[in-house]
Nanobody, 119 residues
């Protein structure tokens, strides 16, 4: 059973930075595509970004390109989301997700961590 545990959320002022972490309890981390999604109140869940094993196949949602960076520590089964130049519209619950690299659906989800951007 895959378990994902996020940490690092909190309150930050506009223009600030925050780093989210996600630890995955999986046997073969290399076979998983790791991703971040977010959901704001009253809105649909939004793709933030994803990364494969090598990091070369990393993708971002349009609203976060140039501000957010996904990275992986494959030795520790962890994925990170570095968020810079945060805006109030980035306020949401952020979820870590995983899928096997030969599938298209994210089957595994963390519990979510709240990020609030406000002055």
């Amino acid at each position: 059973q895959v378990q994902l545990v996020e940490s690092g959320g909190g309150l930050v002022q506009p223009g600030g930075s925050l780093r989210l972490s996600c630890e995955a309890s999986v046997r073969t981390f290399s076979t998983y595509i790791m991703a971040w999604f977010r959901q704001a109140p009253g809105k649909e869940r939004e793709f933030v970004g994803s990364s494969g094993w090598s990091g070369a196949d990393t993708y971002y949602g349009e609203s976060v390109k140039g501000r957010f960076t996904i990275s992986r520590d494959n030795a520790k089964n962890m994925v990170f989301l570095q968020m810079n130049s945060l805006k109030p519209e980035d306020t949401a619950v952020y979820y870590c997700a995983a899928r096997l690299k030969w599938t298209t659906r994210y089957d595994y989800w963390g519990q979510g961590t709240q990020v609030t951007v406000s002055s």
